[in-house]
């Protein structure tokens, strides 16, 4: 009897503690609505803050504050707000942060992601819910096919872009067979398979594929695999430390120098570049910005950037500054911030970037960049990157997915 | 005394039912996904609570709940025939693997179902024709149980509810029957045990089945919620952070486990967004409970009670933690 008086008791207290801590999920959530004239406009930006990606999430949050402060916080008349989460580069995570950004925080559109597994995971529920989506980084090619939303407009790059635009440079002057080497991930096999095509069109040979994992430490048996094989060239998918550790390793190896090294735009960004050193030197790749880049906007970026945080922009940076401008820009043409609004502005929209002036693909929400040809150089200490010319003009990502290389 | 017996249980069940009332819509989703962490994270607090078995891949179990219905879902729309195959296929799973690793203990068990967990993440991750391998793929299965796409949040959230008072009802009779007792008898003392003729290894296998099913289960309701599933749900990472929610909320008993789901899960929404040091302030919590509240939170809260409840009882002061497995969680009502 003892006993279950006991239990009664013990249960009166679980019960209670169970319903403070539901009481307390009602208290957590807020309610604000906004619309309107003067009304603040939020903006709700899901990036990666911790993990691998944390570099590139904090340029693109770098690059987004300085435009907006640039313009006083605010679009038109009306005082921007941008809350920012990070979703740990989990789509499960991206999508409790998303349903917190939106139904909680009632934000009017989006920025967001890095990684292409969270925008594949948010792209049925913004489907639904029909708020713009501002892709800042993500590449996945999917995005601008299949799976394109009258809602997701990117203002960064795709793997298919990324791949492409040095290929037949590559192939015409610097040699015929290359070894192509990315991490055996989604985003690793998109690019190579747009450069291979690229490559092969313009009378190259692969010689051989490589596909670390993702997150390698240790490049030794590929680059010893290298030294066997003896390309002509490296051609090299990688990102962050990723990319870092092949760019040391490679001059360590003593290949530097011997096969030349080539890459995607990441191999020519300040963000591998400058940790990485006098390894860098003498990479050859096609890229979409630069800080040299010769025109009147990026100056005014650089200067401004170069005030503000004491350091060259990289790439990620104009990807976040071009956000929040597509974002002003829309918001300020469409003289509101309602999806169906926007969207229609959104599709075609035309800005001035610091890699030049910018237009929105309508056929695939993707942008048509110009890709630069530059070469890492060694100068006064650190490594800048050289123009050597135009890569390509104009470069959209097609319309429907290529037929596969085989 | 019956009265007093249904009395808080009917209270709980009267306040998760009428929740939806005073929560907002995101208070609605958000409570819906802490109850499906609840079921699952339970499902976990089972084997290591009163089996003894700390698992550190039990979110393979959940991972694989959640594909069954992603990828069955494509061929066949019938909600009960999925989440059955899910409970059914985890379960399978779940005793094929454990007839080899319940020979093994404490680190080693540890160790095997870590490695068991990293090798379904691994195929789940691999095999991209099928799975969309990183990318994830979404489900298109709808919810319906008969009568209608069930599509509103409050629709959802009462079907989570009734399945968590269901799961938590059913383990609560699974530890008061003989079975449970033997199990919980194992984790006590297994020697003795096997000199009682119990054989031990039925009683460990029986309990990581029926907890790998309920994780299945868990697995295919949070696919439906999501409507997207990734091999994220099946990392080592995330069954470490149901290790750490069974930890925080308190081993050994069955709502424990439940409340450390519901703390971890607010904390990471609401402290994740005012810092992205969220791990850290997780992690010192963590510290301190385990070094401070062994029982974890539910330990915390009794340990307040105690302090605080009237002078007039304290003639029946009962011990703060009731002994392992002679818990309150062991008495019928």
């Known amino acids: 009897m003892v006993g279950k008086k006991r239990l009664g008791k013990s249960r009166i207290w679980i019960s209670t503690l169970l319903t403070l801590v539901l009481l307390v999920l009602g208290a957590c959530s807020n309610q604000t609505a906004s619309s309107g004239e003067g009304e603040p406009i939020k903006i709700g930006a899901i990036l990666s803050f911790s993990g691998n990606f944390a570099p590139l999430s904090e340029s693109i949050k770098a690059g987004m504050e300085l435009y907006f402060e640039q313009n006083g916080n605010k679009i038109g008349n009306r005082p921007v707000t941008v809350k920012y989460e990070d979703d740990e580069a989990n789509p499960q995570v991206a999508l409790r942060k998303y349903r917190q950004l939106v139904d909680s925080e009632k934000v009017d559109l989006l920025v967001g992601p890095i990684s292409s597994s969270v925008v594949y995971a948010l792209r049925d529920v913004i489907e639904k819910d029909k708020i713009v989506l501002i892709v800042a980084n993500a590449a996945a090619n999917d995005i601008s096919w299949d799976k394109k939303s009258d809602y997701i407009y990117r203002v960064s790059i795709s793997n298919w872009q990324d791949g492409t635009p040095g290929a037949a440079y590559i192939a015409n002057n610097i040699g015929k067979k290359a070894y192509v080497l990315a991490p055996d991930y989604p985003a690793g096999h998109e690019t190579i398979e747009a450069f291979k095509a690229a490559f092969v069109a313009a009378g190259g040979e692969i010689v051989k594929e490589a596909w670390p994992k993702l997150g390698n430490n240790d490049y030794a048996t590929y680059l010893t695999d290298i030294q066997q094989t003896k390309p002509d060239l490296v051609f090299p998918f990688l990102a962050g430390t990723d990319a870092i550790r092949f760019v040391q390793q490679y001059e360590q190896f003593g290949l530097k120098g011997k096969i030349p090294l080539t890459g995607t735009q990441e191999f020519l960004d300040p963000l591998v570049t400058d940790p990485a050193g006098q390894a860098a030197e003498g990479i050859i790749g096609a890229t979409m910005y630069t800080a040299a880049l010769d025109n009147a906007t990026n100056k005014a970026f650089v200067e401004a950037f170069t005030k503000k945080y004491g350091k060259t922009p990289n790439y990620f940076n104009v990807q976040g500054y071009d956000s929040a401008q597509v974002i002003a820009k829309a918001v300020e043409k469409a003289g509101s911030v309602k999806s169906e609004d926007l969207t229609k502005v959104l599709k075609d929209i035309a800005f001035s970037s610091p890699r030049g002036e910018l237009a929105m693909d309508p056929m695939t929400h993707n942008l048509t960049l110009d890709m630069y040809l530059a070469k890492n150089v060694w100068k006064d200490g650190k490594i800048v990157q050289e123009i050597m010319g135009d890569a390509m003009k104009g470069l959209k990502i097609p319309e429907t997915p290529p037929a596969k290389s085989k | ?333």
Do not use: C
Request: glycine fraction near 12%; avoid cysteine; charge should be positive.
């Open chain 2, 1 to 333: 005394m019956r009265a007093n017996i249904w009395r808080t249980p009917t209270l709980f069940i009267a306040i998760l039912l009428l929740l939806p009332l005073i929560l907002t819509n995101y208070g609605v989703k958000l409570t819906s996904e802490v109850l499906i962490m609840a079921i699952f994270v339970m499902s976990l607090g089972l084997i290591i609570g009163f089996a003894g078995l700390v698992s550190l891949g039990h979110a393979a179990f959940f991972g694989l709940g959640a594909y069954v219905v992603a990828l069955l879902g494509t061929h066949l729309d019938n909600t009960y025939v999925l989440i059955i195959a899910a409970a059914v296929i985890s379960g399978i799973v779940a005793f094929v693997s454990g007839l080899l690793f319940i020979r093994s203990s404490g680190a080693y068990f540890l160790m095997i179902t870590l490695a068991f967990g990293q090798m379904l993440f691994a195929i789940f991750y691999k095999m991209e024709s099928v799975t969309g391998g990183a990318d994830g793929m979404a489900v298109s299965a709808s919810l319906n149980l008969g009568f209608g796409a069930i599509e509103s949040r409050v629709g959802f959230y009462y079907l989570v509810t009734i399945a968590f008072l269901v799961s938590y009802y059913l383990l609560r009779v699974f530890i008061s029957s003989p079975l449970g007792k033997g199990v919980r008898g194992i984790k006590e003392n297994e020697s003795r045990m096997t000199a009682l003729g119990y054989n031990i290894r039925h009683y460990k296998l029986i309990v990581y089945s029926l907890s790998g099913m309920l994780a299945g289960f868990a697995g295919a309701l949070y696919a439906y919620f999501n409507q997207y599933v990734s091999p994220d749900l099946l990392h080592w990472m995330f069954s470490g952070q149901a290790l750490i929610m069974v930890i925080v909320g308190g081993v050994g008993t069955l709502v424990g486990p439940a409340i450390g789901a519901g703390f971890f899960v607010i904390l990471q929404s609401y402290i994740s967004s005012y810092t992205d040091r969220w791990p850290m302030i997780m992690g010192v919590i963590f510290v301190a409970i385990v070094l401070y509240g062994r029982g974890g939170i539910l330990q915390i809260a009794m340990l307040l009670w105690n302090k605080l409840r009237p002078k007039r009882h304290k003639e029946e002061e009962t011990p703060i933690l009731p002994k392992e497995g002679n818990g309150f969680e062991s008495v019928k009502g």
